[in-house]
Antibody
Framework: EVQLVESGGGLARPGGSLRLSCAAS????????MTWVRQAPGRGLEWVAI????????YYADSMKGRFTISRDNSKNTVFLQVNSLRVGDTAIYYC?????????????WGRGTLVTVSS | QSALTQPPSVSGSPGQSVTISCIDT?????????VSWYQQTPGTAPKLVIY???NRPSGVPDRFSGSKSGNTASLTISGLQTEDEADYYC??????????FGGGTKVTVL
């Protein structure tokens, strides 16, 4: 089955860190760029970052630069999102997505998401 | 700062057509054919319904169609069905090599 499964979310304290994972299966993971998108409770979608097939090209939303790091391990079919210096405003469902190709940047497969709650 | 503006809500009766607009305050929609649309029902992940302005992924009904004119992209749902009730988000690639989403539009089937 073609799917993406996120993990690593949970309750975290402000100032802390989390590493989110997204495991891919059912398709050739190393052939596709990957992305992360988040959604705060009751809010819209917010794009976070994208990583190329090899990991050599990475782009972040302006508001995510500095505290967020996207990476991938093609040997494990997994993409990661490291979030540091967590803020209450980072509370959201974090979705990973498969990118169709580097030229188009649309997301044709999404995981179910992992909930990150930042609270003291 | 790029921004995509969508109406908060649209509604229609079964069988009617509804159109959701996505207005770009910068120049990304006019300059790139990289507009996509996503459907999200409550408690579920978004689902791609239109890519590259006008293309439908396999499995998406042909009542969904996309277009663009100038700085505005549009998603039209023809022959509205109850299962089309959802939130819809437009998205565009930007000149800064980022992706932006619109604020989302709630489609209600009356």
């Amino acid at each position: 089955e073609v799917q993406l499964v996120e993990s690593g979310g949970g309750l975290a304290r402000p100032g802390g860190s989390l590493r989110l994972s997204c495991a891919a299966s059912g398709f050739a993971f190393s052939d596709y760029p990957m992305t992360w998108v988040r959604q705060a409770p009751g809010r819209g979608l917010e794009w976070v970052a994208i990583i190329s097939i090899s990991g050599s090209s990475i782009y972040y939303a302006d508001s995510m630069k500095g505290r967020f790091t996207i990476s991938r391990d093609n040997s494990k079919n997994t993409v990661f999102l490291q979030v540091n210096s967590l803020r209450v405003g980072d509370t959201a469902i974090y979705y990973c997505g498969k990118v169709s190709n580097w030229g188009s940047w649309y997301f044709d497969l999404w995981g179910r998401g992992t909930l990150v709650t930042v609270s003291s | 700062q790029s921004a995509l503006t969508q109406p908060p809500s649209v509604s229609g009766s079964p069988g009617q057509s509804v159109t959701i607009s996505c207005i770009d305050t910068s120049s990304d929609i006019p300059n790139y054919n990289r507009v996509s649309w996503y459907q999200q029902t409550p408690g579920t992940a978004p689902k791609l319904v239109i890519y590259e302005v006008t293309n439908r992924p396999s499995g998406v009904p042909d009542r969904f169609s996309g277009s663009k004119s100038g700085n505005t992209a549009s998603l039209t749902i023809s022959g509205l069905q109850t299962e089309d009730e959802a939130d819809y988000y437009c998205s565009s690639y930007t000149s800064r090599s980022t992706v932006i989403f619109g604020g989302g539009t709630k489609v209600t089937v009356l």
